[in-house]
């Protein structure tokens, strides 16, 4: 677990907490690590789970299926990001969505119980992290309000617009990679794929963005 520990500094829950500090945590925390081939599930609609996740190696997709199979992505989780917090306090429910390996992905899982109880040996760094956990589950809420903006659109062009400005504003660039093929963008903003596709051939033939694979560049009319 050592040395997943530079990837644990990045990740919110251990913001601010040195490295020698979250190595002696990890024991505290009942830190286990998982591997998952890519399309594996790490967790069912419906299950119960006690633990929160953090993917150290490769990245993870929420999603959940309709009656007719139709995917809805609800949002891809990456390399030093949190998922589960959610769903892992108590009488939180179970899971309303399917969490998958987008690649081959390792995971490491903590226990919300260890996290959210002082231990006997009275970790100097455990306060902090409680602290952090409140402030990711904050960051979460803005995150789905940011999403449902998306959403809130009417046609494929307006998401898009929102989704693309959203994504420079979050990067400070016009130029930046977003996290998902074509597919999983559609799934994302709940289009047709080849209606988006052609949407945004449309946004380029106006001259307001430019695109290469998943790299965009927006652009001033």
Known sequence: MKKFIPVLMETKLFDGVAADDIEAMLSCLQAALCTYKKGEHI???????????????????????????????????????????????????????????AEDCTVMFFDINRILTVCSSACRFHTTVVQNLVFALSEKNRKLMQKLGHMSKRTTREKLISYLSEQARKNGSGSFTIPFNRQQLADF??????????????LRDDGMIEFEKNRFVLKYK
């Open 189 to 202: 903003l709940s289009v047709d794929r080849s209606a988006m596709s052609n949407e945004l051939c449309r």
């Open 43 to 101: 967790y069912r609609q419906g299950d119960n789970i006690r633990r929160i996740a953090v993917p150290v190696e490769g990245s993870i997709l929420i999603q959940n299926f309709d009656y007719w199979g139709n995917r809805s992505i609800i949002n891809m989780i990456g390399t030093g990001e949190m998922f589960g917090e959610a769903y892992a306090a108590p009488d939180s429910g179970a899971m309303v969505n399917d969490v998958i390996a």
